[in-house]
């Protein structure tokens, strides 16, 4: 994954997280872990997370991705993290929208995933990242 596409999933990731006015614990958990897998340091996971709801530099847009299969990723991960509070905010759902519209993914592929999402909900961040898939093929 080139170095673009993994500031764009953690740039993306974290706009998600933002979209609700509010980072709760589980979210910033989350955050931490795919900062990790990503190979991004710690000091500057947790920056970005404390910052980002009053960060106006930050590029609102969503993330574009050089591969389908990692905006396919991403828009998974994405899914489980609007998830994750309980609570799918009417933005973050738009904002997963977007995204699959900006990386041309098929609007009925991602309503798919969502459906199997909800109907497995459990609150609980007990799920594996898609990137994870990712980065090790």
Not at 37 to 65: R, S
Request: aromatic share 8%; glycine share 2%.
């Amino acid at each position: 994954m080139t170095t673009i596409d993994r500031s764009n999933y953690f740039r993306g990731l974290l706009l998600l997280i933002s979209k609700d006015n509010k980072i709760d614990t589980e979210e910033r958990s989350l955050m931490m872990s795919v900062g990790k897998v990503l190979g991004f340091e710690e000091k500057f996971c947790k920056t970005a997370i404390d910052e980002i709801l009053e960060n106006d530099f930050i590029l609102p847009d969503a993330p574009k991705f050089s591969d389908v299969e990692i905006a396919k990723s991403f828009l998974i991960d994405s899914i489980n993290f609007a998830l994750s509070d309980s609570d799918l905010d009417p933005e973050e759902l738009e904002y997963i929208n977007q995204t699959a519209i900006a990386n041309e993914i098929n609007l009925d592929w991602l309503e798919d995933r969502l459906k199997d999402r909800i109907a497995a909900y459990q609150p609980s961040s007990n799920f594996n990242l898609s990137i994870l898939n990712v980065l090790t093929e």
